[in-house]
């Protein structure tokens, strides 16, 4: 039988003579008692997360790319037929509208009357804005305040005569008239901000705009924003440029159609052609937004003895040639005319262009529009890529960093069982 000996390193010489270090079951249950084997599964397994993570990090960076090289292969087609397109159009101003050029240019005597108009409220949102278009167009500090600016609502529309223009323009109101149009809501709030209390930041916005052309702007402006209106949901009037929509008429209780009935206010309201789509993400345009807004089913009639006695089928309000005005169901506008001093400007001429040109047009603007998405679908992905990218560095550090702490651990383990 074995005697161990009285001296430590004998004894510890002694057992390592007498076991076979290439014995398996004996190595396993030595490191099992050293902890070893739980820490080289813990290792196996780390590195593998690790090899997992980097190969996931590698696949989003490959699929990003990928997104990439078809988005830009895309843009290129959508750039090439919007050119296309262009020179289409450039023809057919250069050979079928030669004469009508000092017309195309000529400024509608009408528009400068409601610019004027707009003007006289000179410390109001829109007198500022129409001063800084019209005199200090050149700032370019400004732009991004007002890029996102559609207009007033007087600009964005017109009306076929006077007499609708006063009407149109009392039943919404001097404040809804001035009222400045946006897209987005990032656009609304650019116009004007506030400090930590909540008072108004007078030094940004539309505030310090006014300040900078000498005009301090006084009391509350009305801003419309696009994008937070419920659009009309339903059809458009088939075939018509302007895209009038496809409201059903008012029919007494015995179906037949009220005598004097002259049609739908915001039907009446004249867009120009580049605000008649796409203004949103979502791709409506001023009337099925704004204007219905606005207006929604009103109803216009020939005479208020008319428009009484269509009583039963007025729900949304409604207007006679002759002054009468009803704002809403069982709300009746009473006594003078009230002569708001902003107005819609008139038609100047009314578009007689063929519906292939309306639908070049309209085309064109689609393919822009498309791009402009494409641009921002580009500008996300690479800002996805970018993050990835970033991640796939830090997770390599991390898995390089591992193996070397790895490596020495092994070197020592390696060390603490080779026999002396």
Same mark, same amino acid.
């Given at each position: ?141 400004h732009l991004s305040l007002t890029k996102d600016v559609l207009g007033v609502v007087a600009t964005l529309g017109k009306v076929d005569d006077d007499n609708l223009s006063r009407l149109f323009s009392e039943y919404l109101g001097a404040e ?20 930590? *209390? =909540?008072?108004?930041? %007078? !030094?940004? /916005?539309?505030h310090a705009l006014g300040a900078s052309i000498g005009k301090e702007l006084d009391g509350r402006f009305l801003v419309i924003c696009l994008e937070n209106l419920r659009p009309f949901c339903g059809e458009f009037m088939v075939d018509d440029p302007q895209r009038r929509l496809d ?74 040639? *002759? =002054?009468?005005?009803? %704002? !809403?169901? /069982? ?90």
């Open positions: 039988m074995f005697q161990p000996s009285n001296h430590p390193q004998d004894a510890s010489s002694s057992v390592l003579m007498q076991v076979d270090p290439k014995e398996p079951s004996v190595v396993v249950r030595d490191e099992m008692q050293n902890g070893v084997f739980p820490q080289a599964q813990t290792i196996i397994y780390n590195s593998k997360k690790l090899q997992d993570d980097l190969h996931v990090l590698g696949m989003k960076i490959k699929h990003h790319e990928d997104n990439i090289k078809l988005l830009k292969i895309h843009k290129n087609k959508l750039d090439d037929s919007i050119l296309d397109l262009q020179v289409t159009l450039g023809k057919y101003h250069s050979s079928t509208l030669p004469n009508t050029e000092n017309d195309a240019h000529s400024s509608n005597p009408s528009e400068e009357e409601t610019t004027k108009q707009i003007l006289q409220h000179e410390k109001s949102a829109a007198g500022i804005l129409c001063q800084l278009k019209m005199h200090h167009d050149t700032q370019t500090s809804t008239m001035l009222a400045i149009v946006c897209k987005t809501y990032e656009g609304v709030k650019a116009l004007e901000t506030y400090d930590k *209390d =909540g008072q108004i930041n %007078k !030094g940004s /916005g539309f409201l059903l008429k008012p029919k007494l209780p015995n179906g037949e159609c009220p005598p004097g009935f002259i049609g739908f206010a915001v039907n009446m309201i004249n867009v120009e052609f580049t605000n008649l789509f796409l203004l949103t993400g979502s791709g409506h345009g001023l009337r099925e937004t704004l204007f219905y807004n606005l207006f929604s089913h009103m109803q216009v009639y020939k005479t208020r003895e008319d428009m009484v006695f269509s009583l039963p089928c007025i729900c949304d309000g409604a207007i006679s040639l *002759d =002054g009468g005005m009803i %704002k !809403g169901a /069982g709300v009746f506008s009473l006594g003078n005319w009230n002569d708001v001093d902003v107005r819609f400007p008139k038609s100047y001429v009314t578009s007689t262009l063929p519906d292939n040109y309306i639908d070049t047009k309209k085309h064109l603007k689609e393919m822009k529009w498309k791009r402009e998405t494409m641009l921002e679908d580009i500008k996300r992905e690479q800002a996805l890529l970018d993050t990835a990218r970033q991640s796939f560095e830090r997770k390599k550090e991390e898995f390089v960093k591992f193996l070397a702490q790895s490596s020495a651990y092994a070197t020592r383990v390696q060390t603490g069982f080779t026999p002396r």
